[in-house]
């Protein structure tokens, strides 16, 4: 059985412990939150001892694993507690959202040697490796990505999201995501230019994220691409559209579908939302379906093979990875405040 204990039990920490609680082999064995209710809340629907300080719960209960599903200013001493302990982590995106901070919980991680899982949730769907496998003989020159939602018409969220000293705004928070997939993808980006708006809301007070962004990349392959992004749009979208010399690759990660184009053909008809999985029947396109599970099943999937197997030697995001899209997100925050930016190698 699978000792398994929860640093932070608000909204994002549920879809783990939905997955977890279908497993067999997994036990919920210990949930802490610094508001008693947070936690006493989770406690109710999933079980496992409930603690409001995580050292005492990491000293009096024996785990396997833990999951760190704080905002991204609370990192350092649980990751570092955990490493001191000899537990695995999966800890939620962003790494941080201070290069430096990151940077030193790296180094500490390192010393330790600490294993870690970050939570880049794109990089373990199956849909995005069959991404990777329908490009693998093709040559990739631009790209076109979009992520959108409507959190800033809403007001949702917990308050610390608009608030960009806390979680760094749609950028390090929600577009971070499609920025580390392009870097597992592509490679690493060389410059940035941006711009940023609010159309909406006005900052003022602790409301202080940008509504709207827009990036252009050069990536050091030379690849050229766009991320575009907003909290004040009609619902929840992401998609990527790749421009290859053979094909032309549109993921999209909200419904879970590729799409892959050959060249335009009169003859070629459309593929059918009901004849998926892959489907060849047309002449020019190729889908791909995912199966509609949660998307946050890969990442736990992988992660709890690691914890069981000791065998991280194909971490999907380590710390160190994890740290790198850090950089390349506070760069493009760089970008939209002084117009352009370059990313460090
Ligand atoms: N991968 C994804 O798709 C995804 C989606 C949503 C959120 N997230 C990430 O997950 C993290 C948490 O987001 P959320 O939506 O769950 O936020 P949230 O505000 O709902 O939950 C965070 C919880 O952490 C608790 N907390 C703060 N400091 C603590 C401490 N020292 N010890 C124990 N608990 C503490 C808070 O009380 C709160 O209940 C963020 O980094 C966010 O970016 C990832």
Same mark, same amino acid.
């Given at each position: 059985?699978?000792?398994?204990?929860? $640093?932070?039990? @608000?909204?994002?920490?549920?879809?783990?412990?939905?997955?977890?609680?279908?497993?067999?082999?997994?036990?919920?064995?210990?949930?802490?939150?610094?508001?008693?209710?947070?936690?006493?809340?989770?406690?109710?629907?999933?079980?496992?001892?409930?603690?409001?300080?995580?050292?005492?719960?990491?000293?009096?209960?024996?785990?396997?694993?833990?999951?760190?599903?704080? &905002?991204?200013?609370?990192?350092?001493?649980? *990751?570092?507690?955990?490493?001191?302990?000899?537990?695995?982590?999966?800890?939620?995106?962003?790494?941080?959202?201070?290069?430096?901070?990151?940077?030193?919980?790296?180094?500490?991680?390192?010393?330790?040697?600490?294993?870690?899982?970050?939570?880049?949730?794109?990089?373990?769907?199956?849909?995005?490796?069959?991404?990777?496998?329908?490009?693998?003989?093709?040559?990739?020159? *631009?790209?076109?990505?979009?992520?959108?939602?409507?959190?800033?018409?809403?007001?949702? *969220?917990?308050?610390?999201?608009?608030?960009?000293?806390? !979680?760094?705004?749609?950028?390090?928070?929600?577009?971070?995501?499609?920025?580390?997939?392009?870097?597992?993808?592509?490679?690493?980006?060389?410059?940035?230019?941006? *711009?940023?708006?609010?159309?909406?809301?006005?900052?003022? @007070?602790?409301?202080?994220?940008?509504?709207?962004?827009?990036?252009?990349?050069?990536? #050091? %392959?030379?690849?050229?691409?766009?991320?575009?992004?907003?909290?004040?749009?009609?619902?929840?979208?992401?998609?990527?559209?790749?421009?290859?010399?053979?094909? $032309?690759? #549109?993921?999209?990660?909200?419904?879970?579908?590729? $799409?892959?184009?050959?060249?335009? !053909?009169?003859?070629?008809?459309?593929?059918?939302?009901?004849?998926?999985? &892959?489907?060849? !029947?047309?002449?020019?396109?190729?889908?791909?379906?995912?199966?509609? !599970?949660?998307?946050?099943?890969?990442?736990?999937?992988?992660?709890?093979?690691?914890?069981?197997?000791?065998?991280?030697?194909? %971490?999907?995001?380590?710390?160190?990875?994890?740290?790198?899209?850090?950089?390349?997100?506070?760069?493009?925050?760089?970008?939209?405040?002084?117009?352009?930016?370059?990313?460090?190698?």
């Amino acid at each position: 059985m699978i000792n398994v204990g929860f $640093i932070g039990t @608000g909204g994002i920490c549920a879809v783990h412990l939905n997955y977890l609680k279908t497993r067999k082999d997994v036990r919920i064995a210990a949930l802490c939150d610094i508001h008693s209710n947070a936690v006493a809340k989770r406690q109710k629907e999933y079980g496992g001892l409930a603690f409001t300080d995580f050292r005492k719960m990491l000293n009096q209960v024996r785990l396997d694993a833990v999951w760190i599903c704080t &905002p991204p200013l609370v990192r350092k001493d649980p *990751l570092l507690a955990c490493a001191d302990r000899n537990i695995p982590v999966f800890c939620e995106k962003p790494v941080e959202h201070d290069k430096s901070r990151g940077k030193a919980i790296a180094t500490a991680l390192a010393r330790r040697k600490a294993k870690v899982q970050i939570g880049y949730v794109f990089r373990c769907l199956p849909i995005v490796n069959a991404l990777r496998q329908a490009m693998k003989d093709d040559t990739i020159h *631009l790209i076109h990505s979009f992520y959108g939602c409507n959190v800033s018409l809403t007001m949702g *969220l917990p308050a610390w999201f608009y608030d960009k000293s806390k !979680s760094g705004g749609a950028l390090v928070d929600q577009a971070t995501h499609n920025l580390d997939l392009l870097r597992f993808l592509f490679g690493e980006v060389r410059n940035i230019h941006g *711009l940023a708006a609010n159309p909406v809301h006005k900052k003022a @007070g602790h409301y202080t994220i940008d509504e709207t962004l827009g990036l252009l990349f050069r990536f #050091r %392959n030379g690849i050229i691409a766009t991320h575009n992004h907003t909290w004040v749009g009609n619902g929840w979208r992401n998609e990527i559209v790749i421009s290859g010399e053979k094909h $032309i690759y #549109r993921i999209n990660l909200g419904n879970g579908s590729l $799409i892959v184009d050959g060249p335009p !053909s009169k003859k070629a008809k459309p593929a059918t939302k009901t004849t998926l999985v &892959p489907n060849a !029947s047309a002449a020019d396109q190729v889908w791909f379906q995912h199966d509609g !599970s949660s998307i946050y099943r890969y990442e736990n999937e992988y992660f709890l093979r690691q914890v069981v197997s000791g065998n991280w030697s194909r %971490n999907p995001s380590d710390y160190a990875d994890g740290l790198k899209t850090l950089q390349l997100t506070l760069a493009c925050d760089r970008a939209i405040t002084q117009g352009k930016a370059t990313v460090a190698s």
